[in-house]
């Protein structure tokens, strides 16, 4: 039992403001600030496991502002413990992680919509993650994520995460809930994984997704990623590739249940020999009222 998320949130500043305070989902990336009962796979994608412990919850603080545009713009910081995301970090009593972002997004015609962002995840904490201190951790990715998605601290950890994200979702006269096509993409960088890491010494993880909803109750989706690392082994690194690729079915007998049939193949490029083939089938129940899903 966890608590992902309990905060206050302010409702009438002035000039597009909000603030939060508490525990909440960070806003880097596309998906982390999404709960994962509403994704439209299983597990999360590699990055994100790699990187963000699955999804990224912590306590702290977020100001973010709305611009009075037609077009969707939000810029937002967050100051964060940053202990949730590098569980091997040393004792730091003010801010362990700095968020910030920039989101924009709007619509074309009826039946096209779109968004993008970027962000920048700062760790104020010692560089590296769960790997550091496992001294030898390629394989806890394959089985990261495959048992539950709740956040473990990152497994191959940095001082800086830079994202990229694009999504555009396309529905015939703009009536998503009858037939919807969505495509996204995500890239994620992380530098300086040990003190003495060069240029070159840097993790990277990208995914490719489509998801297709082609009768009310049914969607089908594949999705593609990539995941590279650089692994600080005493005085030196050790790299690693490892490639993902997941097919899934869906039935959502209503907005509040979902069954998903999954397969997902694992190619070890170079270092991940644990990488291997599965077979998932997940339930998903959603019990009392709640928001809105984002975009």
């Known amino acids: 039992f966890e608590i992902e998320e309990a905060f206050i949130e302010t409702r009438l500043l002035p000039a597009g403001l909000s603030l939060r305070a508490g525990r909440f989902l960070s806003q880097i990336g596309y998906l982390n600030e999404q709960h994962p009962h509403s994704d439209d796979f299983v597990t999360r994608p590699l990055p994100y496991r790699a990187f963000l412990g699955s999804h990224y919850f912590d306590t702290g603080v977020r100001l973010n502002w709305v611009a009075p545009t037609e077009r969707y713009i939000r810029l937002g910081l967050e100051l964060f413990d940053g202990k949730k995301l590098t569980e091997t970090a040393g004792r730091r009593s003010d801010v362990g992680a700095i968020a910030v972002g920039a989101r924009t997004g709007g619509d074309i ?61 396309w529905a015939p006269r703009g009536n998503n809930r009858e037939r919807q096509l969505e495509l996204s993409a995500e890239y994620m960088h992380v530098d300086k994984p040990a003190p003495f890491a060069g240029d070159d010494d840097h993790h990277e993880g990208w995914y490719l997704a489509a998801v297709y909803r082609f009768l009310p109750q049914w969607e089908a989706g594949v999705r593609h990623g990539e995941l590279k690392i650089r692994e600080p082994h005493g005085d030196h690194f050790h790299g690693g590739r490892l490639q993902e690729t997941e097919v899934m079915l869906t039935w959502k007998r209503s907005h509040f249940s979902a069954i998903r049939l999954q397969w997902t193949t694992q190619r070890n490029r170079d270092g991940f020999p644990e990488a291997g083939d599965a077979v998932m089938l997940q339930y998903v129940m959603s019990l009392g009222g709640h928001g809105a899903h984002l975009f």
């Not at 962002?117 to 993650?129: A, E, K, Q, S």
């Not at 394959?142 to 830079?162: E, M, Q, Y």
């Open 109 to 169: 015609g009826l039946a096209h919509s779109w968004q993008a962002g970027v962000g920048l995840l700062h760790n104020r904490l010692r560089p590296g993650g769960a790997s550091e201190a496992d001294g030898h951790a390629h394989g806890d990715v394959h089985d990261h994520g495959h048992d539950h998605g709740h956040a473990h601290g990152a497994l191959f950890g940095g001082r800086n995460l830079w994202s990229v994200d694009a999504v555009w979702k």
